[in-house]
Nanobody, 127 residues
Framework: QVQLEESGGGLVQAGGSLRLSCAASGRTASNRAMGWFRQAPGKEREFVAAISWIGDGTYYSDSVKGRFTISRDNAKNTLYLQMNSLKPDDTAVYLC????????????????????WGQGTQVTVSS
């Protein structure tokens, strides 16, 4: 089992920035791709960004490309999401996840591709 815990959410004005962190514990997640998803009230869970297990490949949804940056520090077992130029539409609970399979990037843009999930951290962007 991989346990994931997000932090860094909060309330920010439009145009501001936040940095989310996701700490992994238990079994190592360093051999799995990892991703960020978000879910707003009444909406389906939405892919935000993903990073390959070795960290050399990144993937973004069109809605955040150019504004968000995903990164990981395998030595610290931590995943990050730097969010800049935030918009009210970015308001959601942000969840980190570790991939279902090891040593590949299969289905990293789909929730199905992940098996371990954190509880989420709330991000609220005011206009």
């Amino acid at each position: 089992q991989v346990q994931l815990e997000e932090s860094g959410g909060g309330l920010v004005q439009a145009g501001g920035s936040l940095r989310l962190s996701c700490a992994a514990s238990g079994r190592t997640a360093s051999n799995r791709a990892m991703g960020w998803f978000r879910q707003a009230p009444g909406k389906e869970r939405e892919f935000v960004a993903a990073i390959s297990w070795i960290g050399d490949g990144t993937y973004y949804s069109d809605s955040v490309k150019g504004r968000f940056t995903i990164s990981r520090d395998n030595a610290k077992n931590t995943l990050y999401l730097q969010m800049n130029s935030l918009k009210p539409d970015d308001t959601a609970v942000y969840l980190c996840a570790a991939a279902r399979t090891e040593y590949n990037d299969y289905d990293v843009a789909r929730a199905y591709g992940y098996i371990f999930w954190g509880q989420g951290t709330q991000v609220t962007v005011s206009s």
